[in-house]
């Protein structure tokens, strides 16, 4: 059974830097992209930030470009995500992804992350 | 960025009816559109992947069709646990959504 848990979420104030995980089991992780994705409260999904099986290729929303680094550890079967200077709007739930092809067909339930003073 | 126009934004529904939702591309995505239900609470769950193809676990009553920039997903026989967020999502370039579409009951 495909299992994503991510970890790492919270309060931070605006501008501080804040790391996610996600921790995979029951698949090959460095067979697979992963992703993040991302929901504002009470909004729709919002892809954040793509990265292939071995890291050759990585992708980002130009709303976290520059700001936030995607990567993973084939060897712990753990995807990151770095993410800093956050802002305000920056808060929502993250979710980490398995994509198969260009479809994300397993998802964790989500870490929340919220950036307030 | 792909745009993705989801209708309706809401959509009453009575138990047992057939319905559809629609979702529309600024772009031609070929076949590259995916579908997502979101419960109250709960992460995203694939739907139909590539238009048309079907998931395994996934109930017979949702089904997908359409391609380029005009596509459907189809729920025969609308049941009560079928209440829930819709989205449509485009895997032609990077990554978008829509906004989404909410069965409520009638």
């Known amino acids: 059974e495909v299992q994503l848990v991510e970890s790492g979420g919270g309060l931070v104030q605006p501008g501080r830097s804040l790391k996610l995980s996600c921790l995979a089991s029951?698949?090959?992780?460095?067979?697979?992209?992963m992703n993040w994705i991302r929901q504002a409260p009470g909004k729709g999904l919002e892809w954040v930030a793509s990265?292939?099986?071995?890291?050759?290729?990585?992708y980002y929303a130009d709303t976290v470009k520059g700001r936030f680094t995607i990567s993973r550890d084939n060897a712990k079967n753990t995807l990151y995500l770095q993410m800093t200077s956050l802002r305000s709007e920056d808060t929502a739930l993250y979710y980490c992804?398995?994509?198969?092809?260009?479809?994300?067909?397993?998802w964790g339930q989500g870490v929340m992350v919220t950036v307030s003073s | 960025d792909v745009v993705l126009t989801q209708s309706p934004a809401t959509l009453s529904v009575t138990p047992g009816e057939r319905i559809s939702l629609s979702c529309r591309a600024s772009?031609?995505?070929?076949?590259?559109l995916h579908w997502y239900q979101q419960k109250p609470n709960e992460s995203p769950r694939l739907l139909i992947k590539?238009?048309?193809q079907s998931i395994s676990g996934i109930p017979s009553r949702f089904s997908g069709s359409g391609s380029g920039t005009d596509f459907t997903l189809s729920i025969n026989g609308v049941e009560l646990e079928d209440l829930s967020i819709y989205y449509c999502?485009?895997?032609?370039?990077?990554?978008?959504f829509g906004a989404g579409t909410k069965l409520e009951l009638k």
């Open positions: 992804a398995l994509n198969y092809g260009s479809s994300f067909d397993y």
């Open positions: 029951g698949f090959t992780f460095s067979n697979y992209g």
């Open positions: 990265i292939s099986s071995s890291s050759s290729y990585i």
């Open positions: 772009e031609s995505v070929d076949t590259y």
């Open positions: 590539y238009a048309s």
């Open positions: 999502q485009q895997g032609n370039s990077l990554p978008t």
